[in-house]
């Protein structure tokens, strides 16, 4: 790997991929381009459709792909696409951001940046055949677990039980589990728990049969309680440049005085009390709840969380 390689930074949706891909662009060197895997994700990012969450690809489907996700990486934006699509202003206004994002990755030699949790089946086929550096994100569970349950977002577990090449290479282990869980719609933390533990087997798996993909994984909790010495820690090992102007952009998005959650209706905000959202699940889940997350993550929980408070 060399500092012009891309970026992906990876891991389970709602575990600080965008704090992690927006703070590893704040010293100018990288592009942030947000989730061109996102089955809503804009034709001017990428021409490829995606049909399912956590689309997985690899050496038997790449030609599908691979076409498109390279001219995002040389940020080729796909104008005429996007103005078809257009149906509102938040439409236009996002193309206007893309565009420009686009245009300034070209111009100064930016490197990519790919922020997308829903790549992380396939970061082995990223660093392979388009050479991105991995940054793999991790939560807590129960601070994921009670982050879907806040925000009402079930998981569909049929967008993983319908991709034949996902189940047979990482998921097939967990198919009856899956089947079973869906049977209660309602089952929010259930299904949190069981999708942290699956991708988190997986991360594992394939973390460790492709040592030689340098692959970096990086704790929320640790980057919430030591920012600048964990963003540091990031920089360098990505080959980025940690400037005054990173620093002080990674403390504004950390501080004390920010609130202490983040709105429902921003969602994507990077400004946060890093330290005082590590609690925040203890007062969203139940006691019933916390077991549930705990018995079926505990295992997995051991590989990343050896000391793990559970209470």
């Known amino acids: 790997m060399t500092p012009d390689n891309p970026i992906l930074v990876t891991g389970a949706h709602r575990t600080g991929t965008t704090w992690v891909g927006k703070m590893l662009a704040a010293s100018g060197e990288a592009a942030y381009i947000s989730e061109p895997l996102n089955i809503l994700h804009r034709p001017g990012v990428l021409l490829t459709p995606t049909r399912y ?5 690899c050496k038997e489907n790449e030609a599908e792909y691979l ?29 206007g951001r893309d565009w420009s994002t686009f245009l300034v990755g070209k111009i100064r030699r930016q490197r990519p940046l ?14 392979q055949k388009l050479a991105c550096q991995a940054v793999i994100t991790i939560r807590h569970p129960m601070a994921f677990a009670s982050s879907l349950k806040r925000l009402n977002w079930p998981f ?44 988190y087997h997986a991360v594992h798996s394939l973390t460790s049969t492709n040592p030689e993909h340098g692959f ?25 440049s940690f400037t005054p102007r990173a620093q002080k952009i990674i403390i504004k998005s950390s501080s ?21 959202n ?14 549930r997350v705990r018995s079926l993550t505990e295992d997995i929980v051991a590989l990343y969380y050896p000391d793990l408070d559970w209470e």
């Open 216 to 240: 970096k994984i990086v704790r929320h909790e640790d980057l919430s309680l030591n920012p600048i010495e964990g963003y540091a820690d990031l920089y360098a090992s990505l080959g980025l």
């Open 114 to 127: 790919l922020k997308d949790p829903f790549a992380v089946f396939s970061a082995p086929w990223f660093a």
């Open 156 to 199: 569909d577990f049929t967008h993983l039980l319908e991709q034949p090449l996902l189940m047979r290479d990482w998921l097939e282990p967990f198919r009856q589990d899956m089947g079973a869980i869906m049977t209660d719609p309602g089952d929010i933390v259930g299904k949190a728990s069981l999708l942290w533990r699956m991708i």
């Open 67 to 95: 076409p498109g996700l390279r001219q995002t990486l040389s940020f080729r934006y796909h104008t005429w696409a996007e103005i078809r699509s257009l149906r509102s202003r938040k439409d236009f206004l996002r193309m």
């Open 53 to 57: 969450w956590y689309t997985y690809i």
């Open 278 to 291: 590590l609690n925040n699940w203890k007062k969203r889940l139940s006691a019933e709840e916390i077991a």
């Open 256 to 276: 004390a005085e920010n609130p202490k959650e983040v709105s429902k209706t921003r969602i994507y905000s990077t400004r946060l009390d890093s330290q005082a």
